[in-house]
Every structure is written in structure tokens, then in C-alpha cells.
């Protein structure tokens, strides 16, 4: 099939098509500029986790990205993981990229240091436009800011590759008052109730939306479940009382038993719950889309059921008037997926992360999409990288997937040859021009 004249017809128009990448965290190019970049930078994130999985130990994974040691002795220790880990989606994806950036054949002992010798020296000015523009041909691409990446301010962020959204999590669920705290730094309000933290709220949307951000982001489902119940105001106010009066050092210290909680997650839930209904109704005043993770966290050990989708029909069915940009199409949980973006109006499924995770799961899941979901309501690509080498490999992985799956429509009598065409053009950028109002 891949090599039918159907197929080659299809992938020639789909690459034609310039992406509007729904999702990144790419940092600015002038803050790459500024770190020293190696091989093991393209284990910052993903394959990284499939290291951890395969059994390389949290310390050996923080030796890789230690540049004062050198680049040898940490392959020695790499190599017998990566044997494992060059096999899964996230290895592919690096392979991928190392041949076409690079014309590296391979991430191996006899190509490593040219390899790392080559990404160093392209840490200069222009690389982001000659992968994202001249070889992904990514038009814009959607940005999360992730404030240990990047800590460029929203206004500063580079609008000839990127329109940013706004990142609520922080604002959803505090635990302790060095978090509020840190919210009275980022807006200039002075947070001593919950209307204070409702105001800093406002601040933040409205400078984002000064900003011109595109929507809002929440990934809250790395640390609780996507099920936010309709709390009532005395109850949110009784929590936040609680955890704004403990002085607070860092979560992380709570995590590793050094502190207890004043607020366990459990307690916190009508506070949490409150304030996402809360970030909602501003997202939908300021016409911003949601975008929110579900699915498969990154990094190892999480409580993966926290994150199904179908925890968010009380969302859906409340607020008919916003746009919810679910993501990863909920994987492992696509069916449901599928499911609400088929009942929901305002629920649309976006495929960002998902071709690097599985090519074969997107690609499945793509022809069920096809068939369950109206056209103007699927995404097709978003990168969801730190680096440009992963965004740009992704989007080679996106525009093959696509261009496969149209074509077994077309050869099973599915769609027609213009149909399919179409498709690739809604999926690949007309939808979220759509969806986020762009201006491009
Ligand atoms: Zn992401």
C-alpha cells in the first residue's frame, strides 16, 4: 500500500500542507543559544522515560545531562539501555531525526560523538528556522510555556514561530502559601482569601490576553483526576483558608515525607474543583479554547486512570459555550475519546503527542476518528517537544500517518481521492486555524 501511486499522490499533497502545530514546549531559540547542547539533550524528555522504564536508574538518567562528564562515560552507561529503548515510538522518533537533521545513520558506538559534535554545532541563530520553517514546514505552532524550559515572559515569545497559551495550573491547585505566595508574585495581588486568589486570576488572564495567547492550558492530571464536581464558594473558601496559612516550603518536600501536608490532595478537592470551574467560565468570557491533557502522563509512575477523559462529562455538559481541546487523544483511552468528541459540540480530540507515543496507535486511532467524529473537530499534529529536532521528526511521523490511514480510506472505498484530500488539509491545519482563531 505504501508504495501504491494512491499513496505517493496523497503523501506528496500532505506535504505540501504548512502545519499549525497545536501544541510545544519548545523553548525561545535565543535560550537553547544559551545552554551547551549535546546528544543526551534529546533525553530531556520521552525517551527519557522509556530509559527509566527499562530499567536505567533517576541517578544514571541525571549523569547523562551532566556535561562536565564526559561524553564517553556517559554512553557507556546509556548504551545498555538504549538497546531497549531504540525500539519504541520515542526511539524511532530520535532515529529519525539524527538521519534527516544530521545524516546520521544511527544513535550508536560508532555514531555517537559525530552525532553529539553535529547537534552541538547547530546551536547557532537560524536552526529553528531551517527545522521548523524549511524542513517541518510548520506554519505556527501552538506553545506551552513550561517555566523550568523557558522563562520567557508570554509577551516576548517569538510570533513568527509560536502564539503561546496561558499554563492555569498553578492558579487550579495550590497546595500551601509559598504556591500563593508565588501567585501574589506573578500577578502583583496580594492573595489573602479566595476572591484575592480570584483576582489574580483575572490579572493573569488579562495580561495573557494583552499578550494575544490563543487559550488556556490545564494538565492538571498529573496530580489529581479530571473529575472537577461543581463545588460551592464556602467550601473552596473553608480549604483555602487552610492552605494559605501554612507556611509552606516546597511540595516537593511534602512528596519525599519531610513535611506533612496542612491539605492532603484529597481535602483539597473543593478548592481544586472550584477554581478549574472558575478558570473555565473566565476561558469562555475571553473566547480562549481549553486545551487539557488526558491520557498517558510523561515521566514514570503516574496514576494513568486519574487522567480518562470520560471524568470530564460534567465539564462538557455545563459549559456548552466553550471549546475543549482534549489531547493525546486520551490515549490508552481513544474509544472514550471518541466517544465525547461524538456527543459533545464543544469537545474536540487533539492528536498532539500521540504519533511519537505509537505510530501505530495514531494511526488506528485516526480511522476511528475518521468515522466517529465530524471532520472539523480532529486535530492531527501537535509536537509536544522541548527540542526541534523531536517537533520536526514528529511531524515527519504525522504527515506519513495521515497520508497512510487516507489512503486506506480511499483503497477500502471509504472516501473518495477528494475527500481524502480535504481530510489532510482540515486535519493537518484548517481545524485548529478554526478552532484558535488565528491569524494567519
Ligand atoms: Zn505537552
Not at 70 to 84: G, T
Not at 92 to 120: C, G, M, N, P, W
Amino acid at each position: 500500500m505504501i508504495s501504491s501511486e494512491l499513496y505517493r499522490r496523497i503523501r506528496s499533497e500532505v506535504e505540501t500542507i504548512p502545519l499549525i502545530d497545536t501544541h510545544e514546549h519548545l523553548m525561545s531559540e535565543a535560550t537553547r543559544l544559551a545552554q551547551p547542547i549535546d546528544l543526551f539533550y534529546w533525553f530531556s524528555q520521552y525517551a527519557s522515560s522509556d530509559l527509566v522504564s527499562a530499567g536505567m536508574s533517576e541517578e544514571t538518567l541525571q549523569k547523562l545531562h551532566d556535561s562536565q562528564i564526559p561524553l564517553d562515560e556517559r554512553w557507556a552507561e546509556f548504551a545498555p539501555f538504549w538497546v531497549s529503548v531504540r525500539t519504541t515510538g520515542y526511539g524511532r522518533t530520535l532515529l529519525l531525526a539524527a538521519r534527516d537533521l544530521f545524516q546520521v545513520e544511527d544513535i550508536a558506538e560508532h555514531t555517537y560523538r559525530v552525532l553529539s559534535e553535529k547537534i552541538a554545532a547547530s546551536n547557532t541563530g537560524g536552526w529553528y528556522h531551517h527545522v521548523l520553517k524549511e524542513r517541518a514546514n510548520i506554519e505556527l505552532a501552538i506553545v506551552d510555556p513550561l517555566e523550568d524550559v523557558d522563562p520567557t515572559p508570554l509577551e516576548e515569545i517569538d510570533r513568527r514561530f509560536f502564539a503561546p497559551v496561558i499554563r492555569m495550573n498553578d492558579f487550579i491547585i495550590p497546595c500551601n502559601r509559598l504556591e500563593i505566595s508565588m501567585l501574589e508574585r506573578r500577578t502583583g495581588v496580594t492573595i489573602h482569601s479566595l476572591n484575592d486568589l480570584l483576582k489574580a486570576i483575572d490579572v493573569a488572564l488579562e495580561r495573557a490576553v494583552a499578550a494575544n495567547v490563543v487559550g488556556v492550558k490545564v494538565a492538571t492530571a498529573y496530580e489529581r483526576s479530571l473529575f472537577f464536581e461543581k463545588a460551592a464558594q464556602a467550601d473552596a473558601e473553608r480549604v483555602f483558608n487552610r492552605v494559605n496559612r501554612h507556611p509552606a516550603r516546597y511540595r516537593a518536600d511534602f512528596e519525599i515525607g519531610k513535611h506533612r501536608p496542612p491539605v492532603s490532595w484529597e481535602e483539597a478537592i473543593p478548592l481544586h474543583d472550584y477554581l478549574m470551574h472558575q478558570v473555565i467560565q473566565r476561558a469562555i468570557e475571553y473566547h480562549l479554547p481549553i486545551q487539557i491533557h488526558t491520557g498517558l502522563q510523561e515521566g514514570n509512575g503516574n496514576f494513568i486512570a486519574n487522567s480518562n477523559p470520560l471524568h470530564l462529562v460534567n465539564l462538557l455538559t455545563e459549559y456548552r459555550e466553550a471549546r475543549f481541546d482534549l489531547f493525546h487523544a486520551g490515549y490508552p483511552y481513544q474509544g472514550e475519546m471518541a466517544t465525547l468528541a461524538k456527543n459533545f459540540p464543544n469537545a474536540y480530540v487533539d492528536l498532539c503527542w500521540v504519533h511519537v507515543i505509537s505510530p501505530w496507535v495514531a494511526r488506528q486511532a485516526l480511522h476511528e476518528f475518521i468515522e466517529t467524529v465530524p471532520a472539523n473537530k480532529i486535530l492531527g499534529f501537535g509536537g509536544d517537544y522541548k527540542f526541534v529536532e523531536g517537533a520536526y521528526a514528529h511531524s515527519r511521523i504525522a504527515r506519513d500517518n495521515v497520508a497512510e490511514v487516507l489512503t486506506e480510506k480511499v483503497e477500502a472505498g471509504y472516501l473518495t481521492e477528494d475527500e481524502a484530500m480535504g481530510l489532510a488539509a482540515k486535519l493537518l491545519r484548517e481545524n485548529a486555524l478554526q478552532i484558535f482563531r488565528l491569524p494567519v
